[in-house]
């Protein structure tokens, strides 16, 4: 028999039982995904093809303020130009009466006239000493050189060398040979040039010039300034021996002037000095 509950005295109640866990339910079963279809290939935009536009709209941009200036030029007015013929431009403005008009240059100040006349008096007097050298490779009997022939006879590229002179404008050549003992020869070409937009003398002279300080073709220096020419130079060659010859020593000098260009050479078997080339290199110069 259950005893009454005791006042101020607490009742203990009863135990609670936790309702055993239900079992789980088991996991249902997890469908595999479907396999998803491969999007088809998109189709890459071209490149290039915005600058392609945008050159294209610039083309006809330029086309059409073209042709739209040309249509306002065309609807113009034309502008009259003035007139060729000016007078009030002529120097001095009134002519001087005949009587004060200044007395034309002596052909000794007058360049025209000397380099225009017979250019064989322009090449210097023989030296004392010397005489005419009829073995010369150019035949300078009556002091003219065809200008074809010089081109075969001094150069080695003799077809590419007359070319040149050619598109140079070459006017004539005229020289002299000379020789002194058994070996010592000398020869003096003066070259001149037509007097048109090109300057054929200072061409010439500075492309003799340019290769001179080479070994292979010039003198292997760079050579020695002519007094008072502010273009020219002389130079001493280094001497050529081979097995069987005399040696052979070489000096040259090349200055222009105005048109002319002098182009002068010494040949022996034994040394040449600087002085010698030097005074024919001068004495020339002063004749032009």
């Not at 079992?23 to 600058?51: F, M, S």
């Not at 010859?245 to 040449?272: E, F, W």
Request: negative net charge; proline residues 11%; contains cysteine.
């Amino acid at each position: 028999m259950a005893e009454p509950p005791v006042p101020g005295k607490p009742v203990a109640e009863p135990p609670v039982t936790e309702p055993a866990p239900e079992p789980a339910p088991e996991a249902a079963p997890v469908a595999e995904p479907e396999p998803v279809p491969a999007t088809a290939p998109v189709a890459k935009r071209p490149r290039g093809r915005t600058a392609l536009l945008v050159l294209a709209a610039a083309v006809l941009g330029i086309a059409g303020g073209t042709a739209v200036g040309y249509d306002v030029q065309a609807g113009r007015a034309p502008t009259p130009l003035p007139a060729l013929s000016q007078p009030g431009l002529a120097y001095p403005a009134k002519a001087l009466p005949p009587d004060e008009a200044p007395d034309p240059l002596p052909a000794s100040q007058d360049r025209r006239v000397r380099t225009d006349g017979d250019l064989r008096k322009l090449v210097i007097g023989r030296p004392a000493g010397w005489s005419d050298d009829d073995s010369s490779l150019l035949d300078l009997s009556d002091g003219w050189v065809a200008p074809d022939v010089y081109a075969r006879s001094s150069y080695e590229k003799e077809g590419s060398m007359y070319e040149y002179f050619l598109e140079c404008d070459i006017r004539r050549v005229a020289g002299a040979a000379w020789k002194r003992g058994q070996y010592r020869t000398a020869e003096i070409h003066l070259v001149q040039f037509g007097s048109g937009t090109v300057q054929g003398a200072q061409d010439f002279v500075e492309g003799q010039l340019a290769y001179m300080p080479g070994s292979e073709i010039g003198a292997g220096n760079i050579g020695d300034a002519i007094k008072g020419s502010g273009n020219g130079r002389y130079y001493l060659y280094e001497v050529d021996r081979k097995p069987g010859y005399l040696p052979s020593y070489h000096a040259r000098a090349t200055v222009y002037r105005g048109d002319i260009a002098a182009d002068i050479h010494l040949y022996d078997t034994v040394p040449i000095s600087k002085k010698d080339i030097r005074t024919l290199a001068e004495r020339q110069l002063e004749r032009l």
